[in-house]
Each structure stands twice: as C-alpha cells, then as structure tokens.
C-alpha cells in the first residue's frame, strides 16, 4: 500500500469527476424537490455557491447548494492583513527573464509556529486574477495546524501538491485528506481548515486565475486513459458545531481577495454545512492511479501525453494551465533518445518533483525545489544524462523512483523578489548542460 493511499483511509468518499452529487451529515438535510423551501429541515439556510456565471452553459455550469446551521454572511467586516511571502498580479516586482532557472528545496520554519497559509510563498506568476486568466506558483512549508482559523480564496482555485506530510483539509463540503503522491484541488470561494497529522508539511501550489480544471479531451486515445473520472473524489457532508469561547478570542476568517489578504472575525466555525447538494466542490486525486500512456515503439510522444488536468484559455487548443505528471512508468522505445527530448516550447514550464529523481536531470533537481523554463528558452537532459542515454542498453526499463510534475502556462511567468533573491536559487544551474559537445562529424557513418 503507498503512503498516497493510506491517507483515504480514515474518510469517506463520493467518486467521479464533474457529477451532480448530494451528501447529507443528517439524514433529510437536503430539501427534496427544491432548493430553497420556506424553511429546511432542523432549521437550516440554504445558500448557494457559485463556480460559474449563472448562465454558463449546461455541461460547464458549476454551482452546488449548502444547508447550514448559520450563513456565511454573519462575520464581522473584513481589514486587511499582512501578505507575508503570498504574491498576487500584478506580477512585477522584478523582470521576467529567458534565463533558465532552477531552486534547491525551501526548508521547513525552523522556528515559530507558521501555518498553512502564513506559510504561502509565491515562486512565480502570470496574468491577472481579476480577469480569470493566468496563474501563480506557490510553496507552502508549515509546522502547525491552523488553528480557529479558516480561509478561502476569491481569485483562484489551489490545486494543492503535497511533497512532505500529510494534509487534513477540512472543508465546508467535508473533510479531504491528502499525502505525497496525492492532490486536492479546492475551487475558489469554498472555505476550509489545514491541519497537519504529521506535525509538518511541505508542497507546492497551483493557483488557478482561468476557468474551473477540467479532464483534458482524449482524442484517439479514446474514451479511458490518462486520469479516469471515476479516481477524482469529493468529501461527503461533515459538519462542525463550534464557537467561540464566550468573552475570548473570535475565530479567524481570512480570505485572499484581489491579491491581498484580509481577515474577519468570527464567532463560529464556518464548517458547518450539514448537507449539499451540486457540481461545485473540492476533490482529490491519487497520482499513482494515473494511466500512463507512451510510445510502444519509437521516439517519444509530446508531454501532454502526462496531463491529469487542464484549464483552457480563450484560444482553442491551448490551455491557460495544465498539470501535467511524469509518473512511474516502462520505457521500452527502440532506437530512441529516451529522455525528454531538447526543446523549446512556446509554453512556460515550472517543474517540481515529489519523490525520487526526474530522468532528464541525474542531479540538482531535488524533491521541494524547482525550475522555470520560460516560452522559448532552452532546456532538455543535462550533460550526464545525455550521455548514459545515447551510449545505454535499450532494453525496457522500468523508471520506478520518480514523480515529477509540471505547472505549463500560455502565459510567461514572472519570478518574485522572494524566488530571485533567495538562497536557495541555484547560481550554476546553466552549468548542466555545458559540458555537452558538439560531436558533428563526417567520419561517422
Ligand atoms: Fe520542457
């Protein structure tokens, strides 16, 4: 059993991606018939939560119905609060640049007590939030639980990447629990709670300014392959009834809006949904699930042969995001360069890796750090991996110890201060590649 799956373990789950679901906490929470009758059963509101404008089409409109013991309006006024590490557009504290660049893992808080969300460092970002394209890249590193603290997001969705520890997130929909090898996506505006059953907890995120993660479309693949629908789960209703202490310290409500951080307070837990009904909720997914697909024969596929999921842009075929996985798979192509190929891509691509070693980078690429490679420039197998490659046996080989993954946007990313200044960016990663030669020559036959 891996770790990824011992994390369902102890929670309850509805399966498949973009189903109509219904859970109840209670028995009868959710009005049958309706969505709004003159009063819901055991004194309950009813509210809804968007995803979509309220006209989107049919098969994208997302939007789920909450019954609760209080709406989410009773909170006092939001002010604003620190940002701390967390970046929003616009993206231009310092210059995009062509430059590759690569980092080496960030460490845990050696001291303090920092949470999930006082932990957000943002890495890179692009587009605009405010106008539902684009993306940011976050770390997270924390050491304690959030604690009479909840958060939501009003300009993205967090797909969530875990590289160290588990995640408990408890959520208005119900609780998700996630480890290395897993992801959570949790859509914008749902509220929720991070806690960490292993004391600590290390990852990456994706912020998603663009249109809800959708499958991407298989094509001649088929009708199954890739990540299957049936594999994305959704949390079923759980409730908490919790308030504060009379005359002591309120809840937290903190929300990330138009790039900023604000808080309110608030005297109840907010988790208090007790039973919904919709297309709009968070969900998880395990990575080693995933059905890898590849040359049988020869030469390599391209890499969007790896996507779990995409978000679109306005220009058909190419996606404001995607999230793409280089999982444990056989190689077995004959006659092949069988890293990566060299390339330049009209995309921008930020790298990570969950575990194990990537095949196009023997070293310098660790588990918690990273690369951007922005449109067009340059990367591909270092100098040491070039070479096993081309001389190597081409007998089928199964890559077992390795689990990358890629963020890839329409749009070039712009590093932070905090990603350019730190020290942890690595000054000799064009050093790589520099013992490759050229080794043209006319003799060869
Ligand atoms: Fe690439």
């Known amino acids: 059993m891996t770790a990824a799956r011992e994390s369902q373990d102890s929670c309850n789950y509805l399966s498949g991606f973009g189903n109509h679901f219904l859970s109840e906490a209670e028995a009868g929470a959710v009005p049958h018939g309706q969505n709004s009758p003159q009063t819901v059963k055991y004194g309950l509101y009813a509210e809804q939560l968007s995803g979509t404008s309220f006209v989107m089409a049919r098969h994208e409109n997302l939007r789920s119905w909450l019954y609760r013991i209080r709406p989410s309006v009773l909170h006092s006024q939001f002010v604003r609060t620190a940002n701390l590490n967390l970046r929003s557009r616009p993206f231009n504290e310092m210059e995009a640049s062509p430059n590759q660049l690569r980092w080496d893992a960030f460490a845990l808080p050696q001291s303090g007590a920092i949470d999930f969300i006082d932990s957000l460092a943002t890495i890179a970002g692009n587009g605009d939030s405010s106008s539902l394209r684009g993306s940011a890249i976050h770390l997270y590193g924390a050491n304690c639980d959030m604690t009479d603290r909840y958060f939501y997001n009003s300009d993205g969705d967090f797909l969530i990447v875990p590289e160290q520890g588990r995640l408990s997130i408890a959520t208005e929909f119900g609780i998700i629990a996630i480890a290395p090898g897993e992801i959570a996506v949790i859509p914008r505006g749902i509220k929720y709670q991070v806690t960490l059953p292993d004391k600590s907890a290390r990852g990456y995120i994706l912020e998603n300014y663009g249109p809800p993660f959708r499958l991407p479309h298989l094509g001649p693949i088929g009708s199954n392959g890739l990540a299957n629908s049936r594999d994305f789960l959704a949390p079923v209703a759980n409730y908490e009834q919790k308030s504060a202490p009379a005359g002591g310290a309120k809840f937290r409500l903190t929300n990330k809006f138009n790039g900023n951080l604000w808080q309110a307070e608030i005297d109840h837990s907010p988790l208090d949904v007790v039973g919904w009904h919709g297309t709009y909720y968070p969900y998880k997914y395990d990575l080693s699930l995933f059905n890898v697909i590849g040359t049988v024969s020869f ?147």
């Open 299 to 445: 030469d390599h596929p391209d890499p969007s042969i790896f996507t779990v999921l995409t978000s679109p842009s306005e220009v058909n075929g190419t996606a404001n995001i995607d999230f793409v996985i280089f999982p444990p798979r056989w190689m077995v192509a004959e006659h092949t360069f069988r890293p990566p190929y060299y390339h330049r891509n009209t995309m921008s691509e930020y790298m990570g890796l969950i575990f194990g070693v990537y095949d196009a980078k023997q070293e310098g690429f660790v588990p918690g750090g990273g690369s951007l490679h922005n449109a067009y420039s340059a990367h591909g197998p270092d100098f040491d991996t070039f070479n096993k490659a081309s001389q190597g046996d081409l007998k089928p080989n199964y890559v077992g110890n390795t689990l990358a993954f890629m963020f890839e946007s329409s749009l070039i990313y712009t590093p932070t201060k905090f990603a350019l200044e730190s020290q942890h960016l690595q000054k000799d990663y064009l050093s790589c590649w520099q013992g490759l030669q050229a080794n043209f020559s006319l003799d060869q036959s």
